[in-house]
């Protein structure tokens, strides 16, 4: 018997937060793993008139890729990619693991070599969300693998996800626009200031966001949701800032990250674990130095790290700055191959002051 909840959360992605419309085109990019939720995303599509799209992958051909391929093969996109980011309406990305340290002790070289390869088609796909010509939405379906880096049983797992997403409440939809005017008072109050200061454990930093708009992110691309985010004047980050939980990236967890600002570029970086590997995602090119976002995290559902960014970046009470690429939407100008989302917790004795006023401490609003 299907489960109820992941029905919910197939109505809720293509109604609420795609809104898919007769005659268009929807592709439902995941693993097979993900196939429960594929299967009702695919049926809710249909009933919305739109033309559904399988793109299925299998999680064990990305190690066979990194471990077989020659460089001209890691370069390798098929031509038919390129036109497909150019022809969907609708992308609803599902995100699933069967073993979330699968690729640990692949060689970051190719894994940066494979990430400036698939760069062009990434900066597309974000070029189209920006102008609003593509809609998309990224969901995380529950498995055994992401439990365990959750330390969660499945059930307990299953039931962290779909109360973050809240499809247990009568009415997910109303209760996701209610978010949606929450943040926005919060980003009407930001928007008539322009400079942020981050206080905490070994972390002192400063940037600007002049002339840079805030986003409201109310489970319209992430699922579930919970931030507001900007990004800053990339020469305007300025101090260090440690990262109290694992940098999750591509398969690795980066611990204890240190980060050292000088006019807006990392210029001392060190980690606890996987050092080389962040040292290597940080050379991929000129942007991967620079900060593209910066974000606070708003939804109270969220309280434990599980090792999953989707969730992790939402928690209530913590900050969050990506390394790379920015989005346009908000004024970024930071082009790299990669986005880099790394949380910082702020709930013990840490705060945010904006303009010299408090915004936030102790994971706190105070506005």
Same mark, same amino acid.
């Given at each position: @018997?299907?489960?109820?909840?992941?029905?919910?959360?197939?109505?809720?992605?293509?109604?609420?937060?795609?809104?898919?419309?007769?005659?268009?085109?929807?592709?439902?990019?995941?693993?097979?793993?993900?196939?429960?939720?594929?299967?009702?995303?695919?049926?809710?599509?249909? *009933?919305?008139?739109?033309?559904?799209?399988?793109?299925?992958?299998?999680?064990? $051909?990305?190690?066979?890729?990194?471990?077989?391929?020659?460089?001209?093969?890691? &370069?390798?996109?098929?031509? %038919?990619? #390129?036109?497909?980011?150019?022809?969907?309406?609708?992308?609803?990305?599902?995100? $699933?693991?069967?073993? $979330?340290?699968?690729?640990?002790?692949?060689?970051?070289?190719? !894994?940066?070599?494979? +990430?400036?390869?698939?760069?062009?088609?990434?900066?597309?796909?974000?070029?189209? @969300?920006?102008?609003?010509?593509?809609?998309?939405?990224?969901?995380?379906?529950?498995?055994?693998?992401?439990? !365990?880096?959750?330390? @969660?049983?499945?059930? *307990?797992?299953? *039931?962290?996800?779909?109360?973050?997403?809240?499809?247990?409440?009568?009415?997910?939809?109303?209760?996701? #626009?209610?978010?949606?005017?929450?943040?926005?008072?919060?980003?009407?109050?930001?928007?008539?200031?322009?400079?942020?200061?981050?206080?905490?454990?070994?972390?002192?930093?400063?940037?600007?966001? +002049?002339?840079?708009?805030?986003?409201?992110?109310?489970?319209?691309?992430?699922?579930?949701?919970?931030?507001?985010? $900007?990004?800053?004047?990339?020469?305007?980050?300025?101090? !260090?800032?440690?990262?109290?939980?694992?940098?999750? %990236?591509?398969?690795? !967890?980066?611990?204890?990250?240190?980060?050292?600002?000088?006019?807006?570029?990392?210029?001392? +970086?060190?980690?606890? #674990?996987?050092?080389? %590997?962040?040292?290597?995602?940080?050379?991929?090119?000129?942007?991967?130095?620079?900060?593209?976002?910066?974000?606070?995290?708003?939804?109270?559902?969220?309280?434990?790290?599980?090792?999953?960014?989707?969730?992790?970046?939402?928690?209530?009470?913590?900050?969050?700055?990506?390394?790379?690429?920015?989005?346009?939407?908000?004024?970024?100008?930071?082009?790299?191959?990669?986005?880099?989302?790394?949380?910082? &917790?702020?709930?013990?004795?840490?705060?945010?002051?904006?303009?010299?006023?408090?915004?936030?401490?102790?994971?706190?609003?105070?506005?």
């Amino acid at each position: @018997m299907p489960d109820p909840r992941v029905e919910a959360v197939a109505n809720v992605l293509v109604e609420y937060s795609v809104e898919v419309k007769p005659g268009q085109f929807v592709r439902i990019n995941a693993n097979v793993e993900g196939m429960p939720l594929v299967v009702a995303a695919y049926r809710a599509v249909l *009933e919305a008139g739109g033309n559904p799209w399988l793109d299925i992958g299998i999680e064990e $051909t990305e190690e066979l890729l990194y471990a077989f391929a020659s460089d001209e093969q890691l &370069d390798y996109i098929p031509p %038919f990619f #390129k036109h497909a980011v150019e022809d969907f309406d609708v992308d609803i990305t599902i995100w $699933t693991d069967a073993n $979330t340290k699968r690729l640990n002790s692949i060689d970051p070289a190719k !894994q940066a070599r494979r +990430a400036k390869a698939n760069h062009p088609l990434s900066k597309r796909f974000l070029e189209r @969300m920006a102008s609003k010509d593509l809609r998309w939405v990224g969901t995380a379906y529950p498995t055994n693998a992401n439990a !365990q880096t959750a330390e @969660m049983s499945l059930r *307990e797992y299953e *039931e962290f996800v779909y109360g973050a997403c809240r499809v247990c409440e009568p009415d997910p939809v109303a209760i996701w #626009k209610d978010v949606s005017r929450k943040q926005q008072v919060l980003i009407d109050w930001l928007s008539e200031r322009k400079e942020i200061h981050v206080q905490g454990d070994e972390t002192d930093l400063r940037l600007s966001y +002049a002339g840079r708009t805030w986003e409201n992110c109310d489970g319209r691309e992430n699922f579930p949701d919970g931030e507001i985010f $900007t990004g800053p004047v990339e020469e305007s980050v300025e101090g !260090q800032i440690r990262f109290s939980y694992p940098a999750c %990236f591509r398969g690795r !967890q980066v611990e204890d990250v240190r980060l050292w600002f000088e006019k807006g570029k990392v210029v001392k +970086a060190t980690a606890g #674990k996987n050092e080389a %590997f962040l040292l290597e995602m940080l050379d991929i090119d000129d942007g991967a130095r620079f900060v593209g976002e910066f974000a606070f995290g708003t939804n109270p559902g969220i309280q434990r790290f599980t090792g999953d960014t989707l969730f992790d970046e939402k928690i209530g009470g913590t900050i969050h700055l990506a390394l790379g690429k920015g989005f346009l939407e908000t004024g970024s100008t930071n082009d790299s191959a990669i986005h880099w989302d790394m949380v910082c &917790d702020l709930r013990d004795g840490g705060r945010v002051l904006v303009d010299g006023e408090v915004f936030c401490e102790n994971g706190d609003f105070k506005i």
